[in-house]
């Protein structure tokens, strides 16, 4: 007998990096299902245009996921607006590209701060309220780079790793609980965030609204592994039979290692520029990379 499928209606939900992309189209899936929704983002004023667009219950408000405070306030205000958080969609993310050895520390640190201790201050501070009431469900944006390396992304897949064997665990955790964990793991999607890459032979790039979907199915379904599409879980699976040449073999193969390495940087351009600046307080990669220069001078001398 088939599962009924959970209803939305109703439920309040909380979106970080909701104003573009997918957190914005899951918005609006989740709004037609009758949930209300809060939309934090760094942009405020896109952020407001578009929960203005998608109308229905759907809020916009300031967030900056790497300032644990800003977190806080994010929560808090959309439990005095709209009630107590049922849903969690972790969102926000970067991925600035490029060769590993080239990268400089603002970078990697800008990805880890955004990717990784975003996620976690999420986290930590909805799962309280969520266990006091013993319901909720976080989802968890991975990709398909938690699963592999994909050379010219070195740091942005280990903050994806770390978003898997997070969620992992933490799903452990509450094992006693009814509350869900769901770790969504996309292959390419044509957002700014993946404007220029490659395609593979064998997955296609997904287009946002297919994301959502699978978001929204968790939520009424509920699932750990979100695989977007599904074929990948398949293809993930016969990799691992393999011994790692073969892998490799057939990774280049099918061409994923060119994926984020062969990424067209002129048409990145202007994602790669606004993701340098994508945490107030820390300087622009290009200034990173100058401090470090001038640090490497001083070990010289």
Request: glycine share 10%.
């Amino acid at each position: 007998m088939a599962k009924e499928p959970r209803s939305l209606a109703g439920k309040v939900v909380a979106i970080t990096g909701g104003a573009r992309g997918i957190g914005e189209v899951t918005a609006r899936s989740l709004v037609g299902e009758g949930a209300k929704v809060a939309i934090g983002d760094l942009d405020l004023e896109l952020a407001e245009k578009t929960a203005s667009a998608i109308g229905g219950d759907t809020i916009a408000l300031d967030l900056d996921v790497t300032r644990r405070e800003s977190f806080a306030s994010f929560l808090s205000q959309v439990e005095e607006r709209l009630g107590p958080v049922d849903v969690l969609v972790n969102n926000a993310g970067i991925m600035p590209l490029g060769r590993f050895v080239d990268e400089d520390d603002a970078t990697a640190r800008r990805m880890i701060d955004i990717n990784v201790h975003g996620l976690m201050f999420g986290m930590k501070l909805v799962l309280p309220s969520m266990m006091r009431r013993n319901t909720g469900h976080i989802v968890n944006i991975a990709s398909q780079a938690g699963k592999g390396g994909f050379p010219g992304g070195a740091s942005y897949c280990a903050t994806k790793h770390a978003v898997v064997g997070l969620s992992e665990a933490v799903r452990g955790e509450l094992r006693d609980t009814d509350i869900e964990i769901s770790c969504v793991m996309p292959a390419v999607v044509n957002t700014e965030l993946g404007s220029g890459l490659v395609d593979t032979r064998a997955v296609k790039k997904l287009e946002p609204q297919e994301v959502a979907d699978a978001i929204v199915d968790a939520l009424k379904y509920p699932k750990f592994d979100v695989w977007v599409p599904k074929i990948s879980n398949g293809i993930f699976r016969f990799m691992q039979l393999l011994p790692r040449s073969g892998r490799e073999r057939l990774v280049r193969a099918l061409k994923a290692d060119q994926v984020l390495a062969g990424a067209d940087m002129n048409v990145r351009s202007a994602y790669e520029d606004r993701a340098s600046r994508s945490e107030p307080g820390l300087e622009p990669a290009d200034a990173g990379a100058a401090a470090d220069a001038a640090e490497a001078d001083k070990v010289k001398s």
